[in-house]
């Protein structure tokens, strides 16, 4: 039978009321005798604090202030290590860390009073780059300025380079980039010793804050409340951060005896806040006569900042991903997370990924390039066949056909023809255009044994009119959420999409369904919303309620007698590691994900060479990625994550000054708007996927990694001239025309 | 931000909401923004930038699109504006019913001010070229959709609309109470 609702562009559950600008964000709520909250931050990249004067001119007396002294359980960020406070105490790591946080009735006070806060400092000596931090001149973090590091080995790198035709070297590099969610960081707190404590606020994961809030209060977890509101985008930007703002409301809280709503504007959400890491991937690669690939090496760094938060796992993925969807006889990844004197950086969509793809995908039209072959056809030659392994080995089960996808790409676009008639064209014209393609994958779901230690719980109710709740701790921030996971239940249950909605994402209300991360929505909630659906289903049916494949009105009947007979009807799901994927976490070894989503894209682009700029004038984004639930939903998520990454290609540059962000504003850091992108055509190919419902798999990230490596590949075709790092901006291109490159000769051997 | 120096003395603004007359105490430099959400209640008015940049707060005033964190209120004494919470009459207005359909709105912070610089720009060019759509949609930001569907929705909306449908919120926003 075929799915009814799966595969329907139904309307988005809370659709409504974001078009009739209903939808309650935080800021749009209020409580009485609410305090507004300020935090005062540090002024230098590092130091020994020596000292906290409150200036003139403020009635201090009115004020809550709140320093790490008043801090009554542990002053640190619980997360991966233990290693950022809440509030500095005594000495600050990078610019913009908190030293204090304030809270008074009138919002318009707190920008003077946070001004009038002066704070002495005693300077350390403080790095800003990978380079500085590999070099060791200062150790900033640890013994050796390093988070973490992992090597992937497959084969025998060392043996290969004796038979290798060619042997291309190259180094790629990509920027900051802000995930500039339109709705800014915001809480609102509300503390009592007998109650325990309740964060209202816009984040993706109410179960991290959850845990980091226990070990600030030291209350234990009945005591402990969240609850998300609508949350205005995120883009990974609200994965970590709102533990941090959480805990300072809390702390304002407990001290005034208030709530307290804390709200970022735009300038200390873009400083303060966190960014993609900052990235460098080396290669060196061995390629034969034929133009295979016998091996290669990769050498990945991220900048971390200065605190641990989630950067060993973005380096995991970002290490993972390096070797992309090839054949690699022999790799070896190694790959480090780096410490420097800038604001943590964090989660954003793609997760490490976009960053070391585009190290390989520039890479591999390098390789095309120095060896004679088209973009196109290197990759032919080298494309993941079902069979053969990624660089952990992890043998491709799954009837995918990577080469069809590269044929049908190039089809859709255009891109013989096109390649072709550019060449003539630029002869005679300062604008010149290129093609790019983009060859890449995505893993769905935590990575290796993440999903074992999440271990997470889903539960679906029904209520005694036969309407349906899903309860997951799984977020809505725009990419369908609710939807999805209501589309399941109802399809699962035999029942309309409207007779189920999502249970209010409270942790008092839900179970721990992991974080809303990773790609991991679809394929492993939508997966144990399934399973607890059928669980209920079953429930109903070995009471004898219902007989197998009834009607939505016998099912309501069935439920109505049930819960007047037994009470409650509810039925859960636990996360069961699927029995035949293996992941040794030592080695780096085995199935590092369940499904990979697969994809091809092609760029098209014209470079002013007047002007240096760039236009994107068509884009095709082909992927594979199992079963599309919703097909509208699907397309968005594609259509924003090109967008996003067009940005990351073209224009979103953080500019550094010894540390801090000095462009915090949407007037001097740009995005791409209406009229900055192309006709985006999403094409998808729908292999159904064995570990998701109904097929399908993990589809949120990918659309990041693919974008700004075809880009970047087309205005080189476009210029003939080397470009290697992201963003690429005019002065960037002109520069590229002003030294002419030496590409060919230093980095190629025989 | 109220944008007053300390000290500054408040004074009454009357101005027409969505149809209706409302009159506020409020320092002449507060913010349109700030008076809409925080003294009238329509938290439908986003914040996103606060510099202009990003159309979140978009509203119509005297029937053009402004972002109303740039319009102090004294500016609006006697103007007429028109909100989110006033589009939807009996219904959901045809551009909310398009944005709705074709998947206009993700996480939902820039909707209302796109919903807004829509009706205006359907209001201009009743049957939009994609250039036009482009260029009226130019002042707001959206991070999610990649704009292919607010393209969609607009095109829709030029489809069912009627240019009277469309006229209306001009005709409202000229009522008095």
């Known amino acids: 039978m075929s799915p009814r609702i799966v595969g329907v562009s ?288 990769i050498d990945f760094a991220i900048d971390g900042g200065a605190y641990c938060t989630l950067s060993p796992v973005v380096l995991s993925r970002g290490a993972i991903h390096a070797g992309g969807p090839y054949h690699w006889p022999n790799i070896r990844v190694r790959a480090k997370a780096f410490a420097t004197n800038t604001p943590p950086h964090g989660a954003f969509r793609g997760f490490g990924a976009p960053q070391s793809l585009f190290g390989l995908e520039c890479h591999m039209d390098k390789i095309a390039r120095t060896i004679g072959l088209s973009p196109d056809e290197f990759r ?187 009470g409650k009807l509810q039925s859960f799901s636990r996360f069961e590691p699927p029995a035949n994927i293996f992941w040794d976490d030592e080695k780096y070894h085995g199935e590092a994900y369940p499904a990979f989503a697969w994809a091809v894209y092609v760029a098209e682009v014209t470079v002013d060479t007047n002007t240096y700029s760039v236009s994107v004038d068509d884009f095709v984004a082909l992927q594979e990625v199992g079963k599309v639930l919703h097909p509208y939903l699907a397309a968005g998520q594609i259509e924003g994550g090109v967008a996003q990454a067009i940005g990351y290609a073209l224009y979103e540059k953080v500019v550094w000054q010894d540390g801090r962000m000095v462009n915090s504003q949407m007037t001097n850091y740009i995005m791409p708007t209406s009229q900055d992108v192309p006709p985006i055509r999403v094409y998808f190919e729908e292999v159904p996927c064995p570990y998701g419902p109904y097929g399908a798999k993990g589809i949120g990230e990918l659309p990041m990694d693919g974008p700004a490596p075809a880009i970047v590949n087309a205005v080189i075709q476009a210029t003939g001239k080397s470009f290697h790092a992201i963003p690429l901006l005019p002065e960037d291109i002109l520069l590229g025309f002003v030294n002419e490159p030496s590409e060919t000769q230093a980095e190629v051997y025989r | 931000m109220s944008g007053d120096a300390p000290g500054a003395s408040q004074r009454k603004v009357s101005f027409t909401v969505n149809g209706k007359l409302r009159r506020v105490l409020v320092y002449p430099m507060q913010r349109l923004i700030d008076v809409l959400r925080n003294e009238l209640g329509l938290t439908g008015t986003k914040e996103g930038c606060g510099e202009g940049e990003c159309g979140s707060c978009s509203v119509l005033l005297n029937g053009d699109l402004v972002n109303s964190c740039l319009i102090p209120i004294l500016q609006v004494e006697g103007a007429s504006v028109c909100t989110i919470e006033g589009v939807a009459k009996d219904g959901m207005h045809p551009v909310q019913q398009a944005f709705l359909q074709c998947g206009g709105a993700q996480c939902g912070i820039c909707t209302p001010g796109m919903i807004l610089a829509s009706i205006r720009l359907l209001q201009l060019h009743p049957n939009p070229s994609m250039e036009q759509i482009r260029e009226g949609l130019g002042g707001n930001l959206c991070r999610c959709t990649g704009y292919t569907r607010i393209f969609h929705a607009v095109q829709e909306a030029a489809k069912a609309g009627t240019a009277e449908e469309l006229q209306q919120l001009l005709v409202v926003a000229d009522d008095k109470p």
């Not at chain 1, 234990?220 to 609200?238: H, I, L, M």
């Not at chain 1, 190039?410 to 983009?438: P, T, W």
Request: charged share 20%; hydrophobic share 35%; with cysteine.
């Open chain 1, 380 to 566: 032919r030659r080298n494309l993941l066949l079902q069979g053969q392994s990624t660089a952990t080995e992890q043998v491709i089960q799954e009837p995918i056909n990577l080469p069809h996808l590269l044929e049908r790409a190039l089809k859709l676009s255009d891109y013989h023809a096109k390649v072709q008639g550019f060449s003539v064209h630029n002869r005679s014209s300062h604008k010149k255009k290129g093609m790019g393609i983009a060859a890449f994958l995505h893993g769905s779901g935590f990575t290796g044994s993440g999903e074992r230690y999440l271990n997470s719980l889903v539960g679906v109710e029904a209520l005694v009119d036969g309407q349906v709740r899903v309860l997951a701790s799984s977020t809505e921030f725009g990419q369908g959420t609710n939807t999805i996971l209501c589309q399941i239940a109802a399809e699962t249950l035999g029942i309309e999409y409207d007779d189920v909605r999502m249970a209010p994402i409270d942790t008092r209300q839900v179970p721990n369904s992991g974080p809303t991360v990773a790609s991991r929505t679809a394929m492993i909630i939508g997966k144990l919303v399934q399973s607890a659906a059928l669980g209920l289903q079953h429930t109903l049916i070995a009471s004898g309620f219902l007989a197998s494949g009834e009607s939505r009105e016998e099912f309501q009947a069935a439920c109505k007698t049930y819960i007047e007979r037994f």
């Open chain 1, 10 to 297: 139904v309307p988005r559950k809370e659709g409504i009321s974001k078009v009739t600008g209903q939808a309650k964000y935080v800021d749009d709520l209020s409580f009485p005798d609410m305090l507004y909250g300020a935090t005062v931050r540090s002024s230098i990249a590092r130091g020994k604090i020596t000292g906290v004067h409150l200036g003139g001119g403020i009635p201090w007396d009115e004020f809550t202030i709140v320093t790490a002294k008043d801090i009554p359980g542990k002053n640190v960020v619980s997360l991966i290590t233990e290693d950022q406070p809440f509030l500095a105490d005594g000495i600050v790591n990078h610019p913009e860390e908190p030293i204090l946080v304030l809270a008074h009735p009138d919002r318009h006070l707190l920008p003077l009073a946070v001004a009038a806060v002066q704070i002495g400092y005693e300077r350390l000596p403080s790095i800003h780059t990978i380079e500085e931090s590999e070099e060791q001149g200062e150790i900033v973090w640890g013994s050796d300025n390093t988070f973490k590091t992992y090597v992937i080995n497959k084969g025998d790198v060392d043996r290969i380079w004796k038979d290798a035709a060619w042997i291309v070297e190259g180094e790629y590099s990509t920027g900051a980039q802000e995930q500039l969610y339109i709705e800014n960081n915001g809480v609102i707190a509300q503390y009592s010793e007998t109650e325990g404590v309740t964060v209202w606020g816009s984040m993706q994961c109410p179960f991290y804050v959850h845990k980091a809030l226990m070990t600030l209060t030291g209350f234990p977890e009945d005591k402990v409340r969240v609850v998300q509101t609508e949350t205005g985008g995120a883009f990974g930007g609200k994965e970590e951060y709102p533990s941090m703002i959480s805990g300072h409301a809390v702390l304002l809280a407990r001290k005034s005896g208030r709530p307290v709503k804390i709200i970022y504007d735009r300038v200390e959400d873009m400083a303060a806040t966190t960014k993609r890491h900052p990235s460098r991937t080396r290669h060196r690669t061995a390629v034969d006569r034929n133009g295979k690939l016998l091996g290669g090496e």
